[in-house]
T-cell receptor, first 112, second 112 residues
Framework: QKEVEQDPGPLSVPEGAIVSLNCTYS??????FMWYRQYSRKGPELLMY????GNKEDGRFTAQVDKSSKYISLFIRDSQPSDSATYLC????????????FGKGTLLTVNP | DTAVSQTPKYLVTQMGNDKSIKCEQN?????MYWYKQDSKKFLKIMFS???????INETVPNRFSPKSPDKAHLNLHINSLELGDSAVYFC???????????FGSGTRLTVV
């Protein structure tokens, strides 16, 4: 079993839809949970992170972590064509300067 | 001004050749990384350096040798290239006290 599992999709939704992206993990030592967005032919960029369990909201994006289920989610409200990208979950045991373990990424297309 | 820059962006080379990829960050970060992203978009850590000292060395063939001349630079030298080395190689950096990495835009290596 891989440490981090993520459904690679692809996921295709109409503009304005609510998108739900998810990852599961097996290592209970993970404390920091991140979502990265990667546009085609570009490097990943950090969208948001959460420490331990709980929710975090940033504009149209909401990240949720359920450590008891080892399950994390990213919700995108009112999705836009500019949200079309690969979304990667990533996790680490520490906050900074720690190794990140990534999921395989989910390719999202938002159709106008 | 690019925060994490990699050169070259594209590299096409024959099997058996030796090649180098260079990375420079101007963010003042103290830790740098090399990640490999395969054709299925899976990002896996290879190496990590903190202030020129190697701190993470994952299970990577010893044909791959990182070098950090100073904390702003991390280069990757690959000997005797094989077809399976074809991938996108990302450099990243991070700073103590700040969550997440800043990635470069990647070097697309194709071995023919």
């Amino acid at each position: 079993q891989k440490e981090v599992e993520q459904d690679p999709g692809p996921l295709s939704v109409p503009e304005g839809a609510i998108v739900s992206l998810n990852c599961t993990y097996s290592n209970s030592a993970f404390q920091y949970f991140m979502w990265y967005r990667q546009y085609s032919r570009k490097g990943p960029e950090l969208l948001m992170y959460t420490y331990s369990s709980g929710n975090k909201e940033d504009g149209r994006f909401t990240a949720q972590v359920d450590k008891s289920s080892k399950y994390i989610s990213l919700f995108i409200r009112d999705s836009q064509p500019s949200d079309s990208a690969t979304y990667l979950c990533a996790m680490s045991r520490g906050g900074s300067n720690y190794k990140l373990t990534f999921g395989k990424g989910t390719l999202l297309t938002v159709n106008p | 001004d690019t925060a994490v820059s990699q050169t070259p962006k594209y590299l096409v080379t024959q099997m058996g050749n030796d090649k180098s990829i260079k990375c420079e960050q101007n963010l003042g970060h103290d830790t740098m990384y090399w990640y490999k992203q395969d054709s299925k978009k899976f990002l896996k850590i290879m190496f990590s350096y903190n202030n020129k000292e190697l701190i993470i060395n994952e299970t990577v063939p010893n044909r791959f040798s990182p070098k950090s001349p100073d904390k702003a630079h991390l280069n990757l030298h690959i000997n005797s290239l094989e077809l399976g080395d074809s991938a996108v190689y990302f450099c990243a950096s991070s700073q103590e006290g700040v969550i997440g990495y800043t990635f470069g835009s990647g070097t697309r290596l194709t071995v023919v």
